[in-house]
C-alpha cells in the first residue's frame, strides 16, 4: 500500500518586486496512514507554507517551483483548482492559524458548518445540520443542538477551535492539517486540544500534520516529527528519536528553550542566539550555521547532506560526517544525498 502522503523535493518560492524568497527549499518527507507527524521550527521556517503547498493554496506572487506531493500514490501537485477542490474538505482538510479570526462573526456556526458540509456532501440541509451537531458532539460542545444556532463570539476561544476541528472532520477526511491549533489559547485547553486531536486519530481514524513552533505542544501526540529551519528540514525521526537523541545542533537548541520544571523557578533558559536567515538571499551553506555553537568553515561554504543515523532518524549536520571532530552528543551517519 502506498503511503497516504508523500512530499518530494518541494520548493516553493513568492516572487516579490524586491526579488525571490525561496521559502520552502527541497522539503521531502511522508506520512504513513494512521500517523500524526508533527513539523517544527521558528516562524518562517517554511512550516505553514509547506502545508499550504500540500493543499493548493499557494497564491500569487507564491508559485511550487518544484517537487511533488503524492496523495495515496496519486500525484496531485499538477491538479488545477477544480480539481484541488475535490481533493480538499473531501480527502484533506486544513484548521488555519488562529481560531478567533477563522469563523466569520456574522454567521451562525449551523450556517458555516452545513455550507462546508453541503459543498463536499450531496446531502440536504437537514441532514447537514444533523451531521454538525453530530460533529460538535463528537468533539466535546456541550448541548450542541443548542449551541450549534450561536455565533462564533459566543464561544471562547477554545469552543471556536474545537468549532474549527469540527468543521474540518465533517466531510470524513483521510488527513487533516492542524496549523499552530493552540495558537492564543492558554495551556490548560492547549492540553484539551491536542488530548482531542490524538482521541479523535484513533476515533476517526484520520491521519494528521500539527504544525507548530512549540516543542513541548507535540511531545505527547506526535508519532513522528521533521524539524524545519531557514526552508529546510534538519532534522526527521520518531518522537523518541527527537526528544531523546537530538542530532542537529538547532533540535538542541529548540528543547534547551522549553521551560523544565523539575530545574527550578530561577533557572534560565538557553535562548538561539541571532536570527533566522534571509530567504530573498537564502545563506549558501548550511541555514542554521551563523547562529551554530559547533558551526565549522565547511558549514558556511557547503550546505550539508542529509545522514541517516539509524532506519527512522536523518539530520542534515556536517557533525555527522566522518571526517568531522568528535563532538559529544553526535556520531558518524551515512550520508544519504548531496
Known sequence: MAPLLEVKHLETSFFTHVGEIEAVRDV???????????????SGSGKSVSALSIMGLIESPGKIKGGKVLFEGKEISSLNNGQMSEIRGNEISMIFQEPMTSLNPVYTIENQMVEVIRRHQKINSKDATKLAIDMLKLVGIPEPAKRIKSYPHEFSGGMRQRVMIATALSCGPKLLIADEPTTALDVTIQAQILELMNDLKNRVNTSIIIITHDLGVIAEVCDHIVVMYGGKIMEKGTEKDIFYDPLHPYTVGLQKSIPKI???ERARLVPIKGSPPDLLHPPKGCPFAARCPHAMQICLERAPPTYRVSPTHTSACWLL????????????????DG
Open 262 to 264: 523539575h530545574k527550578g
Open 28 to 42: 521531502s518527507f511522508t506520512l504513513e496512514h494512521g500517523q500524526v507527524l508533527g513539523i517544527v521550527g521558528e
Open 321 to 336: 560526517d566522518k571526517n568531522a571532530p568528535k563532538t559529544e552528543g553526535y556520531r558518524t551517519g551515512e550520508a544519504i
